[in-house]
């Protein structure tokens, strides 16, 4: 079995005392904007503001508005990938829907077209609309019960759609469907289309906290097990697999920056979530619906910041390890005079 070494956090009341703290120091930012696109996204109050640590080993650490539901929207990409991953294996995952960067918009048909039709990575649309496509079940709407299912597992409660953003989305997901009719053209969508993309916008209605967000990103923390249910949802190889994706495509053209800046594996969605995860340590789920250009909530960048370098989170980080002297041999000490 591989061993893994990631260090601790904090004990509980600093863990507690740093997260308000967070919230406190990033509740006066008003940059951004709310989504628009989404018709119904537009309505979101923008004063609303929600934090919450999940430990990987059970406490949840939630201050602010982190109990609010809002659509969870691209962040359940990671989660079904993962549950995709455990069904089918990471080889035949990886090979129909690819691991790398595009370098391009989320929602990119050149990248389709500069890669004959094949989608480069499960965190743009093209290739989430690849990975729903292989969601066990023998029809659609077992696909569909099969991911509300698993994803409520990672949340450790039972989760439901929101019928109102589901009928905004259906409404205006055009792009998305010409995606799914380009995909198949090229072989590389073996279902009905338009019955994977009502999926897949199904799945990006489902309603979370940012409380969620944290017990979910945990349980791909922990190797699987879900911090509160106790509950394996998926294997630790398939968490693996999962943060390699999200570290190098989960804030898609913008990810080389996130990580040089925070150093975490992360998704965000266009409703104003983020989850960013420290194997073996535990996750961040936050809420804030005022988004920078890119798409990503403006407070819950700034907070997850803080708590990574407050808590010591970010995956890249190190110190020097200094051997004690009696360790040291006679030829080794002399050297070092």
């Known amino acids: 079995m591989q061993e893994v070494s990631t260090g601790s956090l904090p004990g509980w009341h600093r863990v507690e005392e740093l997260v308000r703290k967070a919230h406190a120091r990033n509740l006066a930012h008003d940059e951004g904007v709310v989504a628009s696109y989404i018709p119904v996204l537009a309505h979101a109050d923008p004063e609303r503001f929600g934090l919450c640590v999940a430990e990987a080993d059970g406490p949840v650490h939630a201050v602010g508005d982190s109990d609010l539901e809002f ?39 050149m990248a389709l077209e500069l890669n004959d039709g094949h989608p480069m990575n499960p965190m743009v649309n093209a290739g989430a609309l690849a990975t729903t496509a292989l969601m ?70 489902l309603r ?78 936050t809420y804030s619906a005022r988004l920078d250009r890119a798409g990503n909530s403006v407070r819950g960048q700034r907070a997850t910041a803080h708590l990574s370098r407050a808590l010591g989170l970010n995956v890249f980080a190190s110190s020097a390890h200094v051997p004690p002297r009696a360790a040291l041999s006679p030829k080794r000490t002399e050297h070092a005079r």
């Open 208 to 285: 979370v906290s940012a409380r969620d967000l944290a017990v979910m990103g945990a349980t791909l923390a922990d190797g699987g097990v879900n911090p509160v249910t106790g509950d394996q949802v998926v294997s630790g190889q398939v968490c693996q697999d999962t943060l390699a994706v999200l570290a190098s495509t989960g804030m898609y053209e913008r990810s080389g920056r996130w990580l040089f800046e925070i150093g975490l594996p992360a998704k965000s969605g266009v409703s104003g979530g983020i989850v960013a995860i420290a194997p073996g340590k535990g996750a961040i789920g």
């Open 136 to 205: 066990p079940g023998e029809s659609f709407a077992e696909q569909w019960e099969n991911l509300r299912s698993g994803l409520s597992r990672f949340a450790g409660r039972q989760l439901e759609l929101d019928g109102e953003v589901f009928r905004s989305e259906s409404a205006t997901n055009t792009r998305n469907k010409a995606i799914a009719r380009l995909l198949q053209s090229y072989g590389h969508l073996e279902l009905d289309p338009l019955g994977v993309v009502d999926v897949y916008t199904r799945q990006c209605a």
């Open 71 to 109: 659509s969870v929207q691209s962040i359940s990409k990671a989660f079904v990938f993962a549950l995709v991953c455990q069904a089918w294996g990471r080889e035949v995952v990886s090979d129909r829907v690819g691991v790398n960067n595009t370098g391009l918009a989320f929602n990119s048909v």
